[in-house]
């Protein structure tokens, strides 16, 4: 097994709309206080993992020459709303592997205002009827057979999984939703702190049966950026720093596995349920042990299916276990207390590295007055459609 | 009778409406898409096989916004026909809930999606609700 990995400096910049920033700026802000939340600078970073989707590639240079060019090596990341996960596993792999001892993940997207991010654009049809592409399709497909919208798509995720066990309605998902919003009033860099009545929250505009608007993720600006250090390098900083570092008990990414109907709809339970059994494997740990989870609930209709693809009720159980208010801040798997990504916001880039800051400022007691108090570990979850999922397993530091 | 054409090339038309898959010889996998090999085992070998005209609503969304052009609200839905899985809008039915079920049965039906210069009639497929369904 090799050397344990940690977080030594996290930083997330407020979600939200930043017209006067631009890309690089939201990545520099949020690279320059992680460094600083650590106590290092660029020249101690052996590596540097960029996640960047809209910006048109190539974020990690452009960045350097505004932070510190100092010559390491740079991956630029692209894995869908996996990415900011990816760029912290492209860092921690640098470290496991032996290639230097400190690097650095950042994760950054300008989306504000952003509408529909898929099926936003339909190609007028052709004045003749010629077949092409992988279906030989003679129009387009998207609104003709099925749909390519992200809310429509969860939708039927949601819809899928109660067709399978049941119990499952609009006031459900519209209760999920109810939860999420009303945690973000605690998070004053969430993109929206408002607390919605579940009356308000089925009333409001449909996007996709059965996500109405308040049940999609919010499109916003944000950036996040962590340092990681190897265990032999911590031990080698002050105690305060390794009081504060959180462990990386787990680092998993996965995709999808062939199985019938999965490039029919996006399957994105099985790949969580594998990457979410690695990661328990590599914590030593189950889910019984975690005291707050970050999964991405990229539409209310999501959450649902991730609370039991990540284990944390028995399999079909997810809608008798949010109604138990398990999920609540209160209640004994607080998930997304962060907010998430209905109202907190999903700058998609960033989100894979927001997740983990919201958990470590838990695990370091640094979460203010939305703090879980005495927690000890947690777990960070996102999928990118395509599909890629990132499940991180983060504990506090015994030091 | 106008040239028609299908909107993909996965519906044959004639003699009846039928949707017909690349299945792979090897090991059964069914696809809709050109292939280059088998995403299940890596086989290179696909013969077609036709896929049963009705099935089951398996998952369903209700599109209220789409891309400027699309016509909503429509019924996007995941059909299980006989076990193999098949998307396409559900037509044919009001698109709300009350309407809409998660397992109703559904049968292929095709509609005339447009007619470009020459006359020739592009012709998509969807499911309709099997109970007074319209045939012919």
Known sequence: MAEDIWILGIHMTKFGKHPDQDTVDLAAEAVVGALADGGVTMRDMGVLAAGNLMGGGGLGQPLQKQVGQTGIPVYNVANACATGATALRTAVMALKAGECDMGLAVGVEKLAGAGLLAGSSRAQDSDTWTPHGRFGEVAATDGRIGTSTMPGVFAQIGMEYGHRYGGVDFELFARISEKNHAHSTLNPLASYQKRFSLEEIMGDVMIAYPNTRPMCSANCDGAAAAVVVTDAKLKTLSLEQQRRAVKIAASVLTTDPYEEACQVLPNVNTLTRNAAQIAYEQAGIGPEDLDLVELHDCFATAELVHYDNLGLCEEGGAADFFRSGATWRDGRMPVNVSGGLESKGHPIAATGIANIWEVCHHLRGEAGDRQIEGAKVGLAHVIGLGQACGVHILERSAA | ?136
């Open chain 2, 1 to 136: 009778m106008p040239e028609r054409i299908p909107l993909v090339d996965y519906l044959v038309l004639d003699p009846e409406p039928r949707l017909v898959a690349h299945q792979c010889t090897a090991c059964g996998a069914r696809f809709f898409d050109r292939r280059n090999a088998c995403a299940a085992c890596g086989g290179t070998t696909f013969h077609p096989a036709e896929i049963a005209t009705t099935g089951e609503v398996r998952a369903f969304t209700i599109v209220s916004l789409a891309a400027p052009g699309v016509p909503v609200p429509f019924v996007a839905a995941v059909i299980d026909c006989s076990g193999t899985s098949v998307r396409g809008n559900l037509i044919n039915v009001d698109p709300d809930p009350e309407h809409v079920t998660l397992g109703m049965k559904v049968a292929l039906a095709t509609y005339v999606v447009g007619t470009d210069t020459h006359g020739t009639e592009a012709i998509g497929f969807g499911f309709e609700p099997l109970e007074g369904a319209r045939h012919g």
